[in-house]
Nanobody, 121 residues
Framework: QVQLVESGGGLVQPGGSLRLSCAAS????????VGWFRQAPGNQRDSVAF???????NYADSVKGRFTISRGNAKNTVYLEMNNLKPEDTTVYYC???????????????WGQGTQVTVSS
């Protein structure tokens, strides 16, 4: 069974930093694009950043210059380094990964359980 497990959320003061991690486990043939969304209560889930299998990255305008997405050496882990955090960054962050779990099968999107980030003084 494939799982995405997130960690690293918490409470931080404005201007502070947090590092989110997301590790994929299970019978995975290949990992494609991985990334992070965030969703506040009552709002839609918005893309924060993603990184492709070739290393190309994309960021939401609201986080450019503050957040950095990267993949671990083992390629089954993705990190989101968040600097200069603002109160408006407060919400639940979800990681996702496009995974192939069957030989020659399609890539399907899997989601983590979400981790809360709170930016407050």
């Amino acid at each position: 069974q494939v799982q995405l497990v997130e960690s690293g959320g918490g409470l931080v003061q404005p201007g502070g930093s947090l590092r989110l991690s997301c590790a994929a486990s299970g019978s995975i043939i290949k990992i494609g694009t991985v990334g992070w969304f965030r969703q506040a209560p009552g709002n839609q889930r918005d893309s924060v950043a993603f990184i492709t299998s070739t290393g190309d990255t994309n960021y939401a305008d609201s986080v450019k210059g503050r957040f950095t997405i990267s993949r671990g050496n083992a390629k089954n882990t993705v990190y989101l380094e968040m600097n200069n955090l603002k109160p408006e960054d407060t919400t639940v962050y979800y990681c996702y990964a496009d995974l192939r779990i069957r030989p020659l099968g399609p890539f399907d999107t899997y989601w983590g359980q979400g981790t809360q980030v709170t930016v407050s003084s």
